[in-house]
């Protein structure tokens, strides 16, 4: 026969509390977000004054045990012997009540909960102010079970004002109702010795097993809420660290009078969130259940536990959390979305998303030193190409982070971070992407479609305006702005009661993203019904040709689609929307493009380095040591790679780091001929004949300074270059050219050159 998991004990409501009280038992502190409606307490404890059962509680005993150092500072006397797995809010409820403590709801605003018990006929009510006037009832039966409240004084009174309340109204107290009234308080005092059933489970099971239990006795078949029973421990084990999480949010939710806080227009976190991204970053981990490694000393390796190891861990888990909690980095981050296109929450699709990025910003930024000018890029591109494939959104986005950090865990250099991100990125990306599964996608009539949000992220990255409108989209919809009116609405191109006499009726089908543009409201309503063959010439009228170019193409407006079948007309809008939105993707990409009659030598080095320029003070020659270097001219060499191997660029040779023009002189040719014929030779041992085609080297002056330009196209077969007997494959990302180690670059190859 198998060991029994558990035991029962019996409680009484009064040593729950007092063992509470005591910090024997570990319930989440009393600030943590109450989701019980206040009506729900009432019935509690209406049930309870009638004897009736209300369920048991389920403990798991803490097996580091009472030698353990606490983290951070609580009130507690001990540290609990009991963790609360089932029954928080029960029992928070009652703690509450019988102590008269606020509680903290779901919006961080605090509230007593203040339950009136009338005597007469034994009813509990949710106290209000007609309540509170009314002698029939005790208003608040906190104050009955305090510290100093004497029964005795508190019947004599509450009878003491009934019966004058009754002779106000003619009426007379009766002693068999004083009697009925004398009962029913001393039944209310008695629930501190209701009886609980607790099923204790063992120190010894694991979690896994724990939430396995949970599941198996829980009628509703529901999942253990990891989060909660983290922040649980986090009572336990470190208050300071839970209290930290939960100000940080509140901070978040309303605008600070008084200096810098949390307060955004994107998210409104919550701590288990906020404790996913501190877990992520330290351990490089998405699943919440490791953070109990971490909270209860468990060794993720050996599965001991012991308490130099929660120490160590904690020591991790704490630094990480700084850093998530830090509101430097919490803005930066926000600003990259922003400056990617997503202004706000009416453009954030998943919130999941949001803070799984904000995991991968941190790593690079802080654990990586990823330049924060490069970082900004490549995560910008990161949340973008998540959130257009909605890579977190699907059944277990757990799994897939794990996954995903599981990609980083090896990583040691921003070079590293940078060459991962890029080859997932294309991984996802690719061409078929663009062309077949994104149009395909958008036929969808989701108002919360994250390809949706991704269309007009893009419009912002591509300074659009509105359709009809000179207003810039990302004006109109930059959530700061209130307004009785939206800046701009959403209005179907083909109004729904048009689309109706042609046989479209159904919301799937009016609704289609494809039928939506942005227009200002006043034109929303002036169109209202009106067919798009009679508003549009209208409309279109307001503009210059430069103008309705541009309109046509931000809005993926096919040409004559006013007169075009409904149905034709959404198969080539949806190709369209697909098109601005690689568009968009293709800014992030390589930074703002220019048009080709101003896009001039000077103009690239101007923009600074980045995805498709970089910079070499020189060839060869190693202006700290004042000699020819060959790790220079691998250098030069590495960049040539990755431009090849990604989308093309131009080097340049002469242009120190900051982009000023210094020259070629220091590298010491006799001739330019000489240093051209060096690069030709250096391209062919170690890079191969076949890439001349794609290189164009060409001497140049930037200003009155002489400069050598290499302008690379993009090859059609991988490049490698040549390192002693090693060949190695490097990419573009960012302004730096990462190497791809083999067990990457076989996957890399495929899509790109396929």
Known sequence: MTNTLFKEVGYSLSKLIE???????????????????????????????????????????NQVGEKTKQIGTNGHQKVPHLLIVDGQQRLTSLYAVLKGIPVVRENYETERIEIAFRPTDGTFQVCDAAIRRDPEYLPNVSELFGPNASQYRIVGEYLERLEAHRKRNGVELTSDQRKACETALQRLFSLTGYPFTVLQLAANIDEEQVAEVFVRINSEGKKLNQADFILTLMSVFWEDGRKELESFCRAARHPSKSGPSAYNHFVEPSPDQLLRVAVGMAFRRARLKSAYSVLRGKDMDTEVFSESQRDKQFARLQEAQAHALNLTHWHDFLGVLKQSGFTGANLISSKTTVFYTYILFLIGRIDLKVNPNTLGRIIGRWYFMASVT???????????????????????????????????????????????????????????????????????????????????????????????????????????????????????????????????????????????????????????????????????????????????????????????????????????????????????????????????????????????????????????????????GTLFVGVDDAGAPIGLERDGFESEDKLALHLDNLVKKYLGNSVHACLRPAFTDIGETRVLVVECDRSDRPVFLQNGSAEEFYIRAGASSPALPPSHMHEYIQQRFK
């Open 390 to 648: 909605s890579r977190y959104t699907g059944g277990s986005p757990e799994t897939l982070m794990e996954r995903d950090l599981a990609g980083l865990r090896s990583a040691a250099s921003a070079s590293d971070f940078l060459a991962w991100a890029e080859r997932a990125m294309a991984a996802e990306l690719t061409e078929d992407f663009w062309a077949v599964t994104l149009p395909n996608r958008l036929d969808t009539s989701s108002a919360t479609s994250p390809l949706l949000f991704a269309y007009l992220a893009s419009l912002n990255v591509l300074d659009a305006r509105v359709l009809f409108s000179r207003k810039r989209t990302r004006d109109v919809l930059d959530p700061s702005i209130k307004s009785p009116k939206s800046g701009a609405e959403r209005h179907h191109l083909f109004p729904k009661s048009y689309l109706s006499g042609l046989g479209f009726t159904s919301a799937p089908q009016t609704n289609q993203i494809a039928n939506y543009a942005l227009v200002e409201w006043n034109d929303n309503i002036a169109i209202s019904d009106t067919p798009p063959s009679e508003y549009f010439p209208k409309y279109w009228s307001r503009h210059t040709a430069k103008e309705r170019a541009d309109q046509a193409y931000w809005h993926a407006l096919p040409t004559g689609w006013e007169q075009m079948e409904y149905t034709k007309f959404l198969e080539a809008r949806r190709r369209g929307i697909a098109k601005v939105i690689a568009d968009g993707y293709q800014r992030l990409t390589d930074g703002e493009t220019v048009p080709a009659d101003a896009d001039t030598f000077e103009a690239r080095i101007s923009r600074g380095e980045g995805p498709l320029t970089e910079f070499k003070s020189t060839l060869r020659r190693n202006l700290h040591t004042g000699q020819n270097d060959p790790k220079m001219e691998h250098s030069v060499l590495k960049t040539l790679a990755a431009f090849l191997n990604s989308k093309g």
């Open 19 to 61: 063992d509470i009280q005591m910090g024997e038992i570990g319930l989440p502190d009393i600030q943590r977000p109450f989701v019980w409606k206040n009506a729900k307490v009432r019935d509690l404890l209406d049930s309870m004054y009638r004897g009736y059962p209300v369920g048991y509680f389920l403990f798991w005993e």
